[in-house]
C-alpha cells in the first residue's frame, strides 16, 4: 500500500493540510505501507521555493517521515507530455482558445435543471471542439472531448473510503463526469493541468490509495477516467472530511491565522495539532 500527500507550495500549510498529511500517514502505517511526500508546484508563478521549505519543516515538526527525495510535479514534464501525445493519439484531445470570458459569453444564460459549473469551473460549450490537435497554438491549453473520451472503452468503477458512505464500496464514475463538460488537460503556458498531473505523478509513484479530501470528491471520477483512458492501474481512494473554520467554511491558503506556522510559534506542540482536528 502507497499512499501520499501532494500540497501545493503557494502558501503556508495550515490545519486541513496537517490532518490531510496525517490522516495519510496513519493509514500507511495501519496497513505497513508507504506515505510519500509529493510536491504539486505545477504552478510556477504561485509555487514558491520558500513555502515548500515551511512544508517540509511543519510535517518533519508534526512527526511525519518520508522518503527522499521527494518528487516535484515541475520535474514530470517528460511524463505529462507523453500522455498528453497518448490521449491526442487516441483523438481525444482538442486545442482551446477560450478565455474565461469568451467560456460565460458562448454558455449564454442558464437554463433550468442544466448545471452551469462542474468539478473543472464553468461548464464548457465546446466552441473550439472541432479543432484538430494540428491547429495547437502556443497560447491554448487542450482539453479532452469528454463524450468521445466516455466511449472508449468500459470505464470501470473505483472503490472508494470516506465519512459520508461506511466502509469500501466500489462507485460507478460514469454518472458523475456525464454532462462536466470537456476538462482542461492542459493548461496555456503550463506543462499540463491539475488532473492530468495528479494521474500521471501518482501512478511514477505507485500510489495504490489516494488520500485526499471530500473538496476533491468530484475530481475522482475524471481521475479514473484518465487513468483508464492512459492504460493506467486505478488506485483506490479515501476522501476525508475537511477541516472548517468557526463559520463552518473550508479552510484555504489565505487562512493564515491557521497556518500550522502559526501556532508553532504560538507555543502549540504537535499534540495540540492533531487535537485541534479531531486526532
Ligand atoms: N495537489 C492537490 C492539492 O493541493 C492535492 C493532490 C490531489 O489529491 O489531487 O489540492
Known amino acids: 500500500m502507497i499512499t501520499r500527500f501532494a500540497p501545493s507550495p503557494t502558501g503556508p500549510l495550515h490545519l486541513g493540510h496537517a490532518f490531510s498529511a496525517l490522516t495519510a500517514f496513519n493509514l500507511a502505517q495501519a496497513a505497513g505501507g508507504t506515505f510519500l511526500l509529493r510536491m504539486d508546484d505545477i504552478d510556477r508563478e504561485r509555487s514558491k521555493p520558500e513555502y515548500e521549505q515551511m512544508a517540509f519543516e511543519d510535517l518533519a515538526w508534526l512527526g511525519l517521515t518520508w522518503p527522499e527525495p521527494v518528487m516535484r510535479q515541475s520535474r514530470s514534464g517528460d511524463r505529462f507530455r507523453a500522455a498528453l501525445g497518448q490521449l491526442a493519439d487516441l483523438g481525444l484531445t482538442y486545442p482551446c482558445s477560450c478565455s474565461r470570458g469568451d467560456i460565460a459569453a458562448a454558455a449564454g444564460a442558464p437554463q433550468e435543471g442544466v448545471p452551469e459549473f462542474g468539478p473543472d469551473g464553468r461548464i464548457y460549450p465546446g466552441t473550439c471542439r472541432e479543432r484538430p490537435m494540428s491547429d495547437l497554438k502556443p497560447d491554448d491549453a487542450i482539453r479532452l472531448d469528454m463524450a468521445k473520451a466516455l466511449e472508449h472503452g468500459p470505464l470501470p468503477g473505483f472503490h472508494e473510503t470516506g465519512p ?45 490509495l489516494v488520500t485526499r479530501g471530500m473538496d476533491l470528491f468530484d475530481a475522482t471520477p475524471i481521475h479514473v477516467l484518465l487513468a483508464h483512458l492512459l492504460g493506467f492501474p486505478v488506485p483506490h481512494y479515501h476522501h ?40
Open 164 to 208: 459520508e458512505r461506511p466502509g469500501t464500496h466500489a462507485l460507478d464514475p460514469r454518472g458523475m463526469i456525464e454532462g462536466i463538460g470537456d476538462v482542461v488537460v492542459a493548461r496555456k503556458g503550463q506543462a499540463a493541468a491539475y488532473h492530468l498531473c495528479v494521474v500521471v505523478d501518482d501512478t511514477a509513484q505507485g500510489v495504490t
Open 240 to 279: 476525508h472530511r475537511l477541516i472548517r473554520d468557526e463559520a463552518g467554511k473550508r479552510l484555504a491558503k489565505r487562512d493564515d491565522a491557521r497556518a500550522i506556522r502559526k501556532y508553532r510559534e504560538d507555543g502549540a506542540t504537535p499534540e495540540d495539532i492533531r487535537a485541534m482536528v479531531g486526532l
